[in-house]
């Protein structure tokens, strides 16, 4: 069918032998007595030629010993003459022809369109007709079809939900799905870190599978291209409390913590064991409250202050979260506790008049009175405590017993510091 069609329009022998006088043949040789060795012939293939959508194409038919004889172009799978010899049959203003030295014969394909693709012949119309065949791939990157993807996402934790994503290219592009943070997905029981193919199904979705989706395709084909698809899954609020027993002394500043998780965002608050509402950080009482919050996705960290500790203040507190889905709430409770010991303590002793008598009694020697050793590992002074012990008419006499001084004086220092203790 492609030899008749070149034949028709080009040789069309037939009509060559009722040409009337003076009119020139369309070839200028007797086939019959042309030999072989004259004849033109193709001095190279035809090489494929492989162009992206949208570029140029170029392919090239090199002919030796062409002379008289015409070369044509021809699509073969529409059986389309594109040209002949000097001059472009085709309308598609897309299709250009170029030559050189009557050997080289070009033809040029602008923009290049998927409808491009396919097998070219080169032909010269001898009688046989010789040809030559080259391939024309139109390559295509890939695309993302917007309309039988998936847009933005807002589900119900603990429902099945499944991301789409439709590419078209040619080759046909490979469409995996990975989220945009690196992290792993959770998909059936396994955590991987990509899925292949055009549809991800999570079953039985949680908070945890919250977060950007990238839906990327590719072919060879540059570029490759993605789509950004952010899930989000609702759930009702959930509360943590760390420490849900903090202690205070009067005067001191504290800080009361918890964790909240909830999507919608939550209203958070706190509220005091009166009843007192605490939002947005706004105090209720001058400066005596200080609120604030930082969040992490679905998760919001709270922090209230409480400044200058006083016995009022102490009791119970709420932290509070809710939105559309649900309510919950958690206790802290801030009790007293004794203020800390002083560092550094200088404690006076004055024996009474019975531990004076109690001592003259005892016998000892001057040396025994002179080294008086603090001998008690058990009693502990925290930092530095430094007892001064004045002893008033205890005179040195020489005994061969020693008196256990150390004992007395530690007596009277236990009670002297739980004395200030509790002052």
Same mark, same amino acid.
């Given at each position: 069918?492609?030899?008749?069609?070149?034949?028709?329009?080009? %040789?069309?022998?037939?009509?060559?032998?009722?040409?009337?006088?003076?009119?020139?043949?369309?070839?200028?040789?007797?086939?019959?007595?042309?030999?072989?060795?004259?004849?033109?012939?193709?001095?190279?293939?035809?090489?494929?030629?492989?162009?992206?959508?949208?570029?140029?194409?170029?392919?090239?038919?090199?002919?030796?010993?062409?002379?008289?004889?015409?070369?044509?172009?021809?699509?073969?799978?529409?059986?389309?003459?594109?040209?002949?010899?000097?001059?472009?049959?085709?309308? /598609?203003?897309?299709?250009?022809?170029?030559? /050189?030295?009557?050997?080289?014969?070009? %033809?040029?394909?602008?923009?290049?369109?998927?409808?491009?693709?396919?097998?070219?012949?080169?032909?010269? /119309?001898?009688?046989?007709?010789?040809?030559?065949?080259?391939?024309?791939?139109?390559?295509?990157?890939?695309?993302?079809?917007?309309?039988?993807?998936?847009?933005?996402?807002?589900?119900?934790?603990?429902?099945?939900?499944?991301?789409?994503?439709?590419?078209?290219?040619?080759?046909?592009?490979?469409?995996?799905?990975?989220?945009?943070?690196?992290?792993? $997905?959770?998909?059936?029981?396994?955590?991987?870190?990509?899925?292949?193919?055009?549809?991800?199904? $999570?079953?039985?979705?949680?908070?945890?599978?919250?977060?950007?989706?990238?839906?990327?395709?590719?072919?060879?084909?540059?570029?490759?291209?993605?789509?950004?698809?952010?899930?989000?899954?609702?759930?009702?609020?959930? %509360?943590?409390?760390?420490?849900?027993?903090?202690?205070?002394?009067?005067?001191?500043?504290?800080?009361?913590?918890?964790?909240?998780?909830?999507?919608?965002?939550?209203?958070?608050?706190?509220?005091?064991?009166?009843?007192?509402?605490?939002?947005?950080?706004?105090?209720?009482?001058?400066?005596?409250?200080?609120?604030?919050?930082?969040?992490?996705?679905?998760?919001?960290?709270?922090?209230?202050?409480?400044?200058?500790?006083?016995?009022?203040?102490?009791?119970?507190?709420?932290?509070?979260?809710?939105?559309?889905?649900?309510?919950?709430?958690?206790?802290?409770?801030?009790?007293?506790?004794?203020?800390?010991?002083?560092?550094?303590?200088?404690?006076?002793?004055?024996?009474?008049?019975?531990?004076?008598?109690?001592?003259?009694?005892?016998?000892?020697?001057?040396?025994?009175?002179?080294?008086?050793?603090?001998?008690?590992?058990?009693?502990?002074?925290?930092?530095?405590?430094?007892?001064?012990?004045?002893?008033?008419?205890?005179?040195?006499?020489?005994?061969?017993?020693?008196?256990?001084?150390?004992?007395?004086?530690?007596? %009277?220092?236990?009670?002297? $510091?739980?004395?200030?203790?509790?002052?």
């Amino acid at each position: 069918m492609i030899r008749t069609a070149f034949i028709l329009v080009v %040789l069309a022998p037939g009509l060559m032998s009722r040409r009337p006088k003076g009119m020139m043949p369309f070839l200028f040789e007797d086939f019959n007595m042309v030999s072989d060795s004259v004849l033109p012939k193709f001095a190279e293939p035809i090489l494929n030629v492989t162009v992206t959508v949208g570029k140029d194409a170029l392919m090239a038919c090199v002919v030796e010993n062409l002379r008289n004889y015409k070369v044509a172009w021809v699509k073969v799978d529409t059986q389309t003459i594109l040209s002949i010899h000097h001059s472009v049959i085709t309308q /598609n203003p897309r299709v250009s022809l170029s030559y /050189n030295d009557h050997r080289s014969w070009y %033809l040029h394909i602008s923009n290049v369109q998927d409808v491009d693709r396919g097998w070219y012949m080169c032909q010269v /119309n001898t009688d046989p007709m010789r040809s030559r065949q080259g391939y024309l791939q139109v390559v295509v990157p890939p695309r993302i079809l917007e309309k039988d993807s998936s847009t933005d996402m807002v589900v119900r934790e603990t429902s099945d939900v499944s991301l789409q994503c439709r590419a078209k290219g040619y080759p046909d592009p490979y469409v995996m799905w990975r989220r945009e943070d690196g992290k792993d $997905i959770n998909y059936n029981g396994d955590m991987v870190n990509v899925v292949d193919g055009e549809v991800l199904t $999570i079953k039985k979705v949680s908070r945890l599978h919250m977060g950007a989706y990238l839906c990327i395709a590719s072919n060879g084909v540059p570029p490759s291209i993605s789509r950004r698809v952010f899930l989000r899954v609702q759930f009702p609020p959930m %509360l943590s409390i760390a420490n849900q027993l903090e202690g205070a002394y009067v005067g001191q500043d504290v800080s009361l913590e918890c964790q909240t998780e909830a999507f919608p965002s939550s209203i958070n608050y706190w509220t005091t064991e009166r009843g007192d509402m605490i939002v947005n950080g706004k105090p209720v009482r001058g400066e005596k409250y200080e609120t604030s919050s930082i969040d992490q996705g679905y998760s919001r960290f709270m922090t209230l202050k409480i400044r200058n500790v006083t016995k009022r203040d102490f009791g119970s507190y709420q932290c509070v979260a809710k939105n559309s889905l649900g309510e919950t709430d958690g206790v802290i409770k801030l009790e007293e506790i004794p203020v800390p010991v002083s560092k550094t303590t200088a404690l006076n002793v004055t024996l009474s008049e019975k531990d004076r008598s109690k001592m003259k009694q005892e016998r000892y020697s001057k040396q025994e009175a002179e080294e008086y050793q603090w001998q008690d590992t058990d009693f502990v002074v925290e930092e530095e405590i430094v007892p001064t012990a004045v002893f008033e008419d205890v005179p040195p006499k020489a005994s061969s017993s020693k008196i256990n001084l150390s004992s007395i004086v530690l007596t %009277l220092l236990s009670h002297l $510091i739980t004395a200030e203790l509790f002052s």
